[in-house]
């Protein structure tokens, strides 16, 4: 029966497989799900879900594929519940036999007889002392006269229905193609970590300790080693002003995110407007140039290279030297050239554009483009532009 569910969670996208089948087939054997829909919801959502991302596609394949089973248990259980609630108060006395047979049942005895009921009870029953019912001397059931503790049978129950919790679709916001928050962004970044062993040798290699023992005869002989410290290194160049305005709050959080994180072993933050000219500036307002020579000088090809912009400009600011900013005694050259340097030096690079990919033909993002790998600014794809800044070009 779940075999239409998991064909219409890969027809959405969502990678399962035999694997998963089989892991649901054990979770429901060992009763994980509480013998609920609600419980196996949230088995199969825990199974099934690698990535938040398809959190709305399984709530939507869940829906097609469940959506109407619970119908038939529900009206079940209204019809059991007000059965209970309309009780008839049906007068009867214990004997003494069935008050000694009450009070020599201990607390598994009645669980067992519970399931042997529920086994074999077929109908609705008021009164007696065997069956599941009402106003009865049986300890189970409603409104009974049983004079030792058994199992109550209705009042308050349920919780949130899988249905419901579905349909809800509380992660319905969280798609691939939408703008990141801060700490979506952070989690992104910190793909990009490495380490290397660096300073003294002040930290234990348990691996080396053990394998060193073993050849001394049992005889402890601990290793040291160098500790890992973060060895990633990174520029981040931003384009501000003008048509990168509506963009001025994601940038903001990419921004942020960047700044917080704390496995870079180097973060140098630098802007610039449209395209790079020679120079780039430390701050927003364009102050504390620093010359694009002085920079590849100083940044040896082992940084990465994060340019975020949407390469948009007048084509003469990207293709003419003239038509590029100009500064007194330096070089003079296209936008393109100077992001071909860029390129050339840095083994590893890509280029962040926030526009939609939709709007990336027909104007100098093709030029950019054809310089940079480009991402665009969004869940997924910041995840590719990270995997690919691990392995470069």
């Known amino acids: 029966m779940f075999l239409p569910f998991l064909y219409e969670l890969r027809a959405r ?24 829909l609600d419980g196996f919801y949230h088995v199969a959502r825990a199974l099934f879900v690698h ?10 394949a869940f829906l097609k594929v469940f959506r109407g089973v619970e119908v038939a248990s529900k009206e079940l ?42 086994r074999e009870q077929k109908e609705r029953h008021d009164g007696g002392n ?19 503790a058994g199992i109550r049978v209705g009042g308050p129950g349920g919780g949130r229905s899988a249905i419901r919790t579905a349909d809800a679709r509380l992660y319905a916001g969280y798609r691939q193609d939408l703008t990141l928050d801060v700490r979506q962004m952070q989690i992104a970044l910190r793909k990009l970590r490495t380490y290397a062993r660096a300073g003294g040798d002040e930290e234990l290699d348990l691996d080396g300790t053990i394998a060193a023992t073993a050849k001394n005869a049992g005889e402890l002989e601990v290793v040291v080693r160098p500790p890992r410290r973060p060895n990633t290194r990174v520029i981040l160049m931003m384009d501000v002003g003008g048509s990168m305005d509506p963009f001025a709050l994601l940038c903001s ?33 364009f102050t504390d140039p620093i010359r694009v020579n002085d920079l590849l000088h100083e940044c040896g090809p082992h940084y990465k290279l994060i340019c975020v912009g949407d390469a948009l400009m007048a084509p003469y600011e990207l293709l003419s030297a003239g038509g590029a900013i100009s500064h007194d005694g330096e070089e003079r050259a296209e936008g393109i050239t100077w992001l ?28 950019v483009r054809s310089v940079f790998d480009m991402f665009p600014l969004t869940l997924e794809g910041l995840g590719e532009a990270m995997a690919h800044l691990l392995r470069g070009r």
Not at 18 to 35: D, I, P, S
Not at 352 to 365: D, F, V
């Open 77 to 118: 259980k209204d019809d059991l519940l007000q059965w209970l609630r309309d009780a008839a108060q049906i007068e009867g006395e214990l004997t003494e036999e069935e008050r000694a047979l009450l009070e020599n049942l201990d607390p598994e005895e009645l669980e067992r007889l519970f399931e042997e009921r529920l």
């Open 13 to 36: 996208g969502v990678p399962v497989g035999t694997t998963e089948a089989v892991q649901l087939a054990r979770a429901l054997e060992a009763g994980l799900h509480q013998q609920s």
């Open 51 to 60: 990535r938040e991302g398809h959190l709305d596609d399984f709530d939507q």
């Open 130 to 148: 065997k069956w599941i019912g009402t106003a009865g001397t049986s300890p189970f059931g409603h409104s009974g006269k049983a004079k030792r």
């Open 340 to 367: 071909m340097r860029l390129r050339n030096h840095f083994r590893k690079s890509v280029w962040l554009n926030p526009e939609p990919p939709r709007y990336w033909e027909g104007n100098t993002i093709e030029h």
């Open 253 to 285: 959080r990419l921004f942020s995110a960047a700044k917080k994180s704390t496995h870079f072993k180097e973060l140098r933050t630098y802007y610039f407007h449209n395209c790079v000219y020679g120079r780039v500036y430390e701050t927003e307002r």
